[in-house]
T-cell receptor, first 114, second 113 residues
Framework: KQEVTQIPAALSVPEGENLVLNCSFT??????LQWFRQDPGKGLTSLLL?????REQTSGRLNASLDKSSGRSTLYIAASQPGDSATYLC?????????????FGKGTKLSVKP | GAGVSQTPSNKVTEKGKYVELRCDPI?????LYWYRQSLGQGPEFLIY????????DSGLPNDRFFAVRPEGSVSTLKIQRTERGDSAVYLC???????????FGPGTRLLVL
């Protein structure tokens, strides 16, 4: 059974720092991996999607990498801003089985202090 | 264009009552998903539709939960005989086709007293 773990559970950094959020998964047979952002009381906003054949994806100050064989992904945020404060969720879609089921980690709650 | 919308945004009900939660997906998206998120947890899959049919309902916790999508667009999640443990945020998502990026709605916060 696929399990997704995110470390750390919470992170507080001063504005301007570069930071890395970690995601690990137990079954490397994934179809894709997606990073989401969730603001308090809101739904999820998709940030980046990495297909299993890709190594990384970039969008603005965000860069996500994928090492499928070791079951790891990282989300790199450059020059963090207070507006980046949110919970970041990692989710994988397995290659086999259900084609619609995203399996989520519990998230990392990020706080960027001005 | 409009995103995924969900109604109501909040629902308070009493134990034992019946509730319906509605999801309007992005126009043209054939795949629609329901997830449930408890406090401090990531979303957990409930069911997904490809068109009008439920392609995978393996995440529904028991037979009190049922979902429909009769015309391949709007979906309704139905919960019978609600229990306090059903209290959570119910999230809906849609994607252009299955396995593509899922776009989430704001969720319905259900509180069962």
């Amino acid at each position: 059974k696929q399990e997704v773990t995110q470390i750390p559970a919470a992170l507080s950094v001063p504005e301007g720092e570069n930071l890395v959020l970690n995601c690990s998964f137990t079954d490397s047979a994934i179809y894709n991996l997606q990073w989401f952002r969730q603001d308090p009381g809101k739904g999820l906003t998709s940030l980046l999607l990495i297909q299993s054949s890709q190594r990384e994806q970039t969008s603005g100050r965000l860069n996500a990498s994928l090492d499928k064989s070791s079951g790891r992904s990282t989300l790199y945020i450059a020059a963090s801003q207070p507006g980046d404060s949110a919970t970041y969720l990692c989710a994988v879609m397995n290659y086999g089985g259900s084609q619609g089921n995203l399996i989520f980690g519990k998230g990392t709650k990020l706080s960027v202090k001005p | 264009g409009a995103g995924v919308s969900q109604t109501p945004s909040n629902k308070v009900t009493e134990k034992g009552k019946y509730v319906e939660l509605r999801c309007d997906p992005i126009s043209g998206h054939t795949a629609l998903y329901w997830y449930r998120q408890s406090l401090g947890q990531g979303p957990e899959f409930l069911i997904y539709f490809q068109g009008t049919g439920a392609a995978d309902d393996s995440g529904l916790p028991n037979d009190r939960f049922f979902a429909v999508r009769p015309e391949g667009s709007v979906s309704t999640l139905k919960i019978q005989r609600t229990e306090r443990g059903d209290s959570a945020v119910y999230l809906c998502a849609s994607s252009r086709t299955v396995r593509e990026t899922q776009y989430f709605g704001p969720g319905t916060r259900l509180l069962v007293l």
